[in-house]
C-alpha cells in the first residue's frame, strides 16, 4: 500500500508539472497522457528488467501513477474546456522548481527508510554437549530467490539463554550487519537466526552493537 500511494504521490506531482506547462501551449491532453505513459513504462520495467517479486514494486507505482492519469483527465474537462493558452504567473514557474526538488526529495527519504532487509525465521534450539558442535558462532551465507541472499547464523555455548535481534543493516558501501544480543527465554538454548538481505556487497561483516565480529563457515573451518 505505501508504494501504492508512493505512485499516487508522484503521479501528481508529474501531472502537476506538465499541466503547468502545457498551459503555455493550452496543449492540456499532455499531463494525463505524460502519466499514462509512464505508468506503462514504470510497470514494463518492472515486469521485465527486475523481474519477480521484487518488479511487482513498480507494479504498484505504475498504477498510482495510472489513477491519477485518468483522474487528471476528467478534472482538465473542468479546469481546461477550453483549451486557451494562458501566461505562466508567479505561482506556475515556483511550481516548475518545487515539483522537481519535492520528487527528487521524496525519493531519496523513500530509499532512506526503505527496508533492505528482513527476518526469514529467528529462535532457539536446546543445546546438547557434542561433536557437532566443533564450529561455533559462524554464519552461513546462501542464494534464494530473484538473487537475493540468506544469511544464517548459528550462536553456540557462548550464548545460552541468549536471543538475537538485527538492529540494521547497511544500506551504502559494504554489507554490515549489526545485531543485538540479549536474554532469551530458554536458559538451556542457543540461538540462531535466518536475515533475508536484498543485496550483498562484500567484505560482509556481521556483528554485535558491542563489536563482536561473526566469521563465516568457510572462515572458521580454514581458521582451524
Not at 564450529?135 to 548459528?154: A, P
Not at 553456540?156 to 547497511?170: R, T
Request: charged content about 20%; glycine content about 10%; overall charge negative.
Amino acid at each position: 500500500m505505501v508504494l501504492l500511494f508512493m505512485g499516487l504521490f508522484w503521479g501528481v506531482l508529474l501531472f502537476i508539472f506538465t499541466y503547468t506547462i502545457s498551459k503555455k501551449i493550452g496543449a492540456y491532453y499532455i499531463p494525463p497522457l505524460v502519466n499514462f505513459f509512464a505508468s506503462i513504462l514504470i510497470t514494463a520495467y518492472g515486469l521485465f528488467i527486475v523481474g519477480g517479486f521484487e518488479g511487482m514494486a513498480y507494479g504498484f507505482l505504475g498504477v498510482g501513477c495510472l489513477i491519477t492519469a485518468i483522474i487528471g483527465a476528467i478534472t482538465l474537462k473542468f479546469l481546461a474546456a477550453k483549451g486557451e493558452p494562458k501566461q505562466l504567473v508567479h505561482r506556475d514557474k515556483t511550481i516548475l522548481i518545487a515539483m522537481p526538488i519535492i520528487f527528487a526529495a521524496s525519493f531519496i527519504i523513500l530509499l532512506y527508510f526503505q527496508e533492505n532487509h528482513w527476518i526469514i525465521e529467528e529462535g532457539s534450539t536446546k543445546y546438547i554437549e557434542s561433536a557437532d558442535h566443533e564450529h561455533e558462532n559462524y554464519y552461513r551465507v546462501t542464494t534464494i530467490s530473484e538473487g537475493m541472499k540468506q544469511v544464517t547464523l548459528t550462536l553456540g555455548k557462548e550464548y545460552l539463554g541468549k536471543e538475537i535481534d538485527v538492529k540494521k543493516v547497511s544500506k551504502m558501501g559494504d554489507t554490515e550487519i549489526i545485531l543485538e544480543i540479549s536474554e532469551g527465554e530458554y536458559k538451556n538454548h542457543t540461538p540462531y537466526i535466518m536475515i533475508g538481505v536484498d543485496e550483498i556487497k562484500e567484505p560482509l561483516t556481521v556483528r554485535t552493537e558491542e563489536g563482536v565480529v561473526f566469521e563465516s563457515i568457510g572462515e572458521k573451518v580454514m581458521g582451524e
